[in-house]
């Protein structure tokens, strides 16, 4: 299976937000949307636009550009997450908790392992 691995283990190739933009899909933009603005959050449409999490200059979801994550494995300079000293951390777990995160962590467990072998 091809994936783009987000810094948290996300496959961006399977993220709502993705698609939508690869289809250029005004209507399950503006679904998207609705599924996950909040009040504290709110998004449009037009938010929801992303090459993926690993882009920097690109199309990026407002919520990809306000992940404390990604900005943090940016900062970092790290591949992804499980190549962290603090690999697993509470912005991660958060981050997990608010989606289907169970292969992302499935997956980072394999990578980390990897490294420490």
């Known amino acids: 299976m091809e994936r783009m691995t987000g810094i948290c283990g996300l496959n961006c190739f399977n993220c709502p937000t993705y698609i939508a933009t690869h289809k250029d899909d005004d209507q399950e933009r503006k679904k998207i949307a609705e599924q996950w603005s ?20 690109e199309k990026l979801s407002k919520f990809a550009k306000a992940c404390e994550v990604r900005a943090c494995g940016f900062e970092k300079n790290v591949e992804n ?6 690999y697993p951390c509470d912005k991660l777990d958060k981050l997990w908790q608010m989606f ?18």
């Open 81 to 86: 997450c499980a190549h962290c000293d603090e």
């Open 38 to 57: 909040t009040d504290e959050f709110p998004l449009e449409p037009k938010d929801i636009n992303c090459e993926g999490c690993l882009v920097e200059e």
């Open 100 to 117: 289907d995160a169970s292969e992302a962590k499935t997956f980072l467990d394999k990578i980390r392992n990897d490294l420490q072998e």
